[in-house]
């Protein structure tokens, strides 16, 4: 016994670190049979790490033979070139001392050298690529095996050691080392592309030691926060109550690191800092050879190792709610914002004494909560409701499914807008309208990846919507009523528009605001066509089926149906100064860059605008139409009567026919301007103007009409009053009766003037005096009449 006593070592002369692994090992006197098994254990782990050293130890001989086999064939290349270099020279010393050198010598040498030296120099700048080479091959190749020895150190540094300590030194030696090599690889990159085989069998090495140094590095981090009792308990604090209205204190472990435990967070926390950041480097590098100018932007991983078990230990809760959803809102907010401060006053140095330019802390906690958040909601909400609403049959599930769907969105909505006043508050430097930054901090960011989700949100938002705004549409009242007031317009115009425009026009523009939140201009563009541009063409299609009751009862004969149609065209003049308006916004510019082939560049209402638009101009027509048939019904008489020219008369006599149907003609008139707007007003007047100018002129001028000065002075006078009808709409309305005027001009020239006109017989007569609408065989026709009756 006293020999084995002898034999064992004192306590004091083992080191802390076995006496710790010892300890812990056999704590009671139960665990001493445990020891062969350690024995064999510890044997075999040395076996191991044996087996490793002896690897190691062969490729550092084999790198270094490698290394000399490089060098001798170097240095002889270089004497090769030093010799050629000597020979060279001798051949320029003796030809200079050469004074019997006959020119022609003298020409063949210079012309040896001269096909001589650039063969030379380009072996020279081979030689020296195959020396760059062979030191950049040598210096990566050195690197590296810094970098696997660490990594491999660090593995079995673990079953020697419980501190972390030692593992957070090697991992800093190797990240530092990897910035070493992709500074070289950067350079070779950019300098010396051609090396692309060399560049790719490093990083092929590098990979394989990040693929087991960041695993590593994050275990460590999760390690020593969970050492810091991160994170803190949730059930014990009204934080979990979110109506009790109270502000809970928090137990925070980041304000509670002190002493050595503190040193050992921020140098962990430094190093995975510069391992991300080498990261974002090498993929930077990699990827640019493909896509020039790119940017990654990756949260930060230790923003990310504060969040995922806080939102674990928060899930406990969040499953509870999916049908009282505002609680979780309510928590993930809370949870964001209690915390926010804290990140902010302790990390954002540690982030700044990493070098992490453009990164801010509080931006990460933000926008990393609001993705966890983002996610719960992917994977557990949303197919909650997706089911609810395809599975609801009975009219009442189904409108309780989309009330309950309409909810979850008001509450994102909500959520998202008191995320970004806490973002912009806090004085950070973070464009929200820009799209990449703006899903960061949205909940709705989940439909950038599940579009069917949105296209299932603007259908109930349609139906909704569409519901409300038929009721407006079948009540009669609304049309009745004048529309008071602009909807999102600046101008002054008076469309004369029923109420039941402006309310449509209103409904949009609130289902329009649905969409403002979602965070891209594509996620926008597809709401407004999915659900905005629906309601539009119902709202066309409300007014063209109004229109064709009236024209199919009365024909559009009597004033109501006039009316009626008035009222449509006077709403789509409105809805489509609405949407011109709109698309003028930069809400809605932003989404013509996105078109898709001939659509890109044109407003997103562009189709629904030129509908509106070929619907007020169809049914214009077809009012002038109806007061020209009505028109020419009352002067038909009038224009088949060809006696009345013959008849003398005394003094100024007007057609009693002609001025009954300018009556109608200016009662209809005088109405329609009553019922229309101003703007769709001047068409119609212009387009009636038009007609009765055609009608009369061909029923007068053109019925080979023999006229008398006393049927000039007759005709004279009926069109002074049509003329005189007319000029309540213009100031000269022989401008709008164009041939009427100029026939009439032709009527009263002098006998000598017209024959002399005749004889000329050629376009510039007429356009001299003034006639420009009538051709040369109409006004030969009405000179010919004139000047029989003359003679």
Same mark, same amino acid.
């Given at each position: 016994?006293?020999?084995?006593?002898?034999?064992?070592?004192?306590?004091?002369?083992?080191?802390?670190?076995l006496?710790g692994?010892?300890?812990?090992?056999f704590?009671?006197?139960?665990?001493?049979?445990?020891?062969?098994?350690?024995?064999?254990?510890?044997?075999s782990?040395?076996?191991?790490?044996?087996?490793?050293?002896?690897?190691?130890?062969?490729?550092?001989?084999?790198?270094?033979?490698?290394?000399?086999?490089r060098?001798?064939?170097?240095?002889a290349?270089?004497?090769?070139?030093? =010799?050629?270099?000597?020979d060279?020279?001798?051949?320029?010393?003796?030809?200079?001392?050469?004074?019997?050198?006959?020119?022609?010598?003298s020409?063949?040498?210079?012309?040896?050298?001269?096909?001589?030296?650039?063969?030379?120099?380009?072996?020279?700048?081979?030689?020296?690529?195959?020396?760059?080479?062979?030191?950049?091959?040598?210096?990566?190749?050195?690197?590296?095996g810094?970098?696997?020895?660490?990594?491999?150190?660090?593995?079995t540094?673990?079953?020697?050691?419980?501190?972390?300590?030692?593992?957070?030194?090697?991992?800093?030696?190797?990240?530092?080392?990897?910035?070493?090599?992709?500074?070289?690889?950067a350079s070779?990159?950019?300098s010396?592309?051609?090396?692309?085989?060399?560049?790719?069998?490093?990083?092929?090495?590098?990979?394989?030691?990040?693929?087991?140094?960041?695993?590593? =590095?994050?275990?460590?981090?999760?390690?020593?926060?969970?050492?810091?009792?991160?994170?803190?308990?949730?059930?014990?604090?009204?934080?979990?109550?979110? $109506?009790?209205?109270?502000?809970?204190?928090?137990? $925070?472990?980041l304000?509670?690191?002190t002493?050595?435990?503190?040193?050992?967070?921020?140098?962990?926390?430094?190093?995975?800092?510069?391992?991300?950041?080498?990261?974002?480097?090498?993929?930077?590098?990699?990827?640019?050879?493909?896509?020039?100018?790119?940017?990654?932007?990756?949260?930060?991983?230790?923003?990310?190792?504060?969040? $995922?078990?806080?939102m674990?230990? =928060?899930?406990?809760f969040?499953?509870?709610?999916?049908?009282?959803? +505002?609680?979780?809102?309510?928590?993930?907010?809370?949870?964001?914002?209690?915390?926010?401060?804290?990140?902010?006053?302790?990390?954002?140095?540690?982030?700044?004494?990493?070098?992490?330019?453009?990164?801010?802390?509080?931006?990460e906690?933000?926008?990393?909560?609001?993705?966890?958040?983002?996610?719960?909601?992917?994977?557990?909400?949303?197919?909650?409701?997706?089911?609810?609403?395809?599975?609801?049959?009975?009219s009442?599930?189904?409108?309780?499914?989309?009330?309950?769907?309409?909810?979850?969105?008001?509450?994102?909505?909500?959520?998202?807008?008191?995320?970004?006043?806490?973002?912009?508050?806090?004085?950070?430097?973070?464009?929200?309208?820009?799209?990449?930054?703006?899903?960061?901090?949205?909940?709705?960011s989940?439909?950038?990846?599940?579009?069917?989700w949105?296209?299932?949100?603007?259908?109930?938002?349609?139906?909704?919507?569409?519901?409300?705004?038929?009721?407006?549409? #079948?009540?009669?009242?609304?049309?009745?009523?004048?529309? #008071?007031?602009?909807?999102?317009?600046?101008?002054?115009?008076?469309?004369?528009?029923?109420?039941?425009?402006?309310?449509?026009?209103?409904?949009?523009?609130?289902?329009?605001?649905?969409?403002r939140?979602?965070p891209?201009?594509e996620?926008? =563009?597809?709401?407004?066509?999915?659900?905005?541009?629906?309601?539009?063409r119902?709202?066309?299609d409300?007014?063209?089926?109004?229109?064709?009751?009236?024209?199919?009862?009365?024909?559009?004969?009597d004033?109501?149906?006039?009316?009626?149609?008035?009222?449509?065209?006077?709403?789509?003049?409105?809805?489509?100064?609405?949407?011109? +308006?709109w698309?003028?916004?930069?809400?809605?510019? +932003?989404m013509?860059?996105?078109?898709?082939?001939?659509t890109?560049?044109?407003?997103?209402?562009?189709?629904?605008?030129? &509908?509106?638009?070929?619907?007020?101009?169809?049914?214009?027509?077809?009012?002038?139409?109806?007061?020209?048939?009505?028109?020419?019904?009352?002067?038909?008489?009038?224009?088949?009567?060809r006696?009345?020219?013959?008849?003398?008369?005394?003094?100024?006599?007007l057609?009693?026919t002609?001025?009954?149907?300018?009556?109608?003609?200016?009662g209809?008139?005088?109405?329609?301007e009553?019922?229309?707007n101003?703007m769709?007003?001047?068409?119609?007047?212009?387009?009636?103007?038009?007609?009765?100018?055609?009608?009369?002129?061909?029923?007068?001028?053109?019925?080979s009409?023999?006229?008398?000065?006393?049927?000039?002075e007759?005709?004279?006078?009926?069109?002074?009053?049509?003329?005189?009808?007319?000029?309540? %709409?213009?100031?000269?309305p022989?401008?709008?009766l164009?041939?009427?005027?100029?026939?009439?001009?032709?009527?009263? &020239?002098?006998?000598?003037?017209?024959?002399?006109?005749i004889?000329?017989?050629? +376009?510039? %007569?007429?356009?001299?005096?003034?006639?420009?609408?009538?051709?040369?065989?109409?006004?030969?026709?009405?000179v010919?009449?004139?000047?029989?009756?003359?003679?």
């Open positions: 016994m006293e020999g084995v006593a002898a034999s064992l070592h004192r306590p004091s002369d083992l080191s802390p670190s006496v692994f010892l300890a812990e090992k704590r009671t006197p139960e665990d001493l049979p445990r020891s062969p098994d350690l024995e064999a254990e510890l044997t782990r040395c076996s191991d790490l044996e087996a490793s050293l002896a690897d190691l130890s062969r490729r550092l001989a084999g790198s270094v033979a490698a290394y000399a086999v060098s001798e064939e170097t240095g290349l270089l004497g090769g070139v030093r =010799a050629g270099l000597v060279l020279r001798s051949s320029l010393r003796g030809s200079s001392k050469d004074g019997g050198v006959t020119e022609d010598g020409g063949r040498r210079e012309q040896m050298l001269a096909d001589e030296l650039p063969a030379l120099a380009k072996e020279v700048a081979r030689v020296e690529t195959v020396r760059s080479y062979a030191e950049t091959t040598l210096k990566l190749d050195r690197l590296i810094d970098v696997e020895d660490a990594v491999s150190s660090s593995v540094g673990k079953l020697k050691t419980p501190s972390a300590t030692k593992s957070v030194d090697i991992c800093m030696v190797a990240i530092n080392s990897l910035q070493q090599i992709e500074d070289m690889l070779v990159t950019k010396r592309p051609q090396w692309s085989r060399l560049v790719s069998a490093v990083d092929h090495r590098v990979d394989r030691a990040l693929s087991v140094l960041r695993p590593q =590095a994050i275990a460590d981090h999760r390690n020593l926060l969970a050492s810091l009792g991160w994170p803190p308990p949730l059930s014990g604090s009204n934080i979990v109550h979110p $109506n009790t209205g109270a502000s809970p204190e928090l137990y $925070n472990p304000f509670l690191m002493g050595n435990l503190k040193i050992k967070y921020c140098e962990n926390f430094l190093s995975l800092c510069k391992l991300q950041e080498l990261q974002r480097r090498r993929k930077s590098r990699q990827l640019s050879r493909h896509t020039p100018e790119i940017t990654l932007s990756q949260p930060l991983w230790v923003v990310e190792e504060l969040v $995922n078990p806080i674990v230990a =928060a899930q406990h969040l499953s509870k709610w999916h049908d009282k959803p +505002e609680f979780i809102f309510a928590l993930v907010y809370k949870l964001t914002m209690d915390f926010v401060a804290s990140v902010d006053e302790i990390l954002q140095p540690l982030v700044d004494k990493a070098m992490l330019v453009g990164r801010s802390c509080r931006e906690w933000i926008s990393t909560m609001v993705t966890s958040l983002s996610t719960f909601l992917s994977k557990e909400i949303f197919p909650k409701y997706v089911d609810l609403l395809e599975g609801s049959h009975s009442s599930n189904s409108s309780q499914a989309r009330l309950s769907w309409l909810h979850l969105i008001d509450l994102m909505i909500s959520f998202d807008k008191r995320i970004q006043t806490l973002v912009t508050n806090s004085g950070l430097v973070l464009s929200l309208t820009d799209d990449a930054n703006l899903q960061r901090v949205s909940s709705m989940i439909f950038c990846d599940r579009p069917d949105l296209q299932m949100w603007a259908e109930i938002e349609l139906g909704e919507t569409v519901g409300k705004l038929r009721v407006a549409m #079948q009540d009669e009242k609304s049309w009745k009523t004048r529309f #008071q007031g602009m909807v999102l317009m600046t101008g002054s115009e008076d469309y004369k528009s029923p109420a039941v425009s402006g309310a449509v026009l209103q409904g949009l523009s609130l289902l329009i605001d649905r969409s939140p979602l891209s201009v996620l926008r =563009a597809r709401f407004i066509r999915l659900a905005g541009a629906p309601i539009v119902e709202f066309l409300c007014l063209l089926r109004r229109c064709q009751e009236a024209e199919g009862l009365t024909a559009l004969a004033d109501d149906a006039l009316l009626k149609v008035s009222q449509s065209i006077n709403s789509a003049r409105h809805f489509d100064s609405g949407l011109t +308006e698309c003028e916004n930069v809400f809605f510019l +932003e013509e860059s996105i078109g898709k082939d001939d890109e560049g044109r407003c997103i209402f562009e189709e629904e605008i030129t &509908m509106f638009k070929e619907f007020r101009t169809e049914w214009i027509e077809k009012i002038a139409i109806v007061v020209l048939r009505g028109f020419h019904s009352l002067c038909r008489d009038y224009l088949k009567n006696r009345q020219w013959q008849e003398k008369t005394e003094g100024v006599s057609s009693k002609f001025v009954t149907a300018l009556d109608y003609i200016q209809k008139i005088s109405k329609l009553e019922a229309l101003g769709d007003f001047v068409p119609m007047w212009r387009a009636v103007a038009s007609g009765v100018d055609q009608l009369v002129f061909s029923g007068v001028f053109l019925s009409i023999k006229f008398n000065s006393s049927a000039v007759r005709l004279n006078g009926d069109l002074e009053v049509l003329f005189g009808v007319f000029s309540a %709409w213009c100031l000269r022989q401008g709008f164009p041939r009427l005027a100029e026939g009439l001009k032709l009527l009263k &020239m002098e006998e000598k003037q017209l024959k002399d006109g004889l000329r017989h050629n +376009e510039r %007569w007429l356009r001299e005096n003034g006639i420009k609408h009538l051709t040369i065989a109409e006004a030969e026709k009405i010919k009449n004139t000047v029989v009756m003359g003679s």
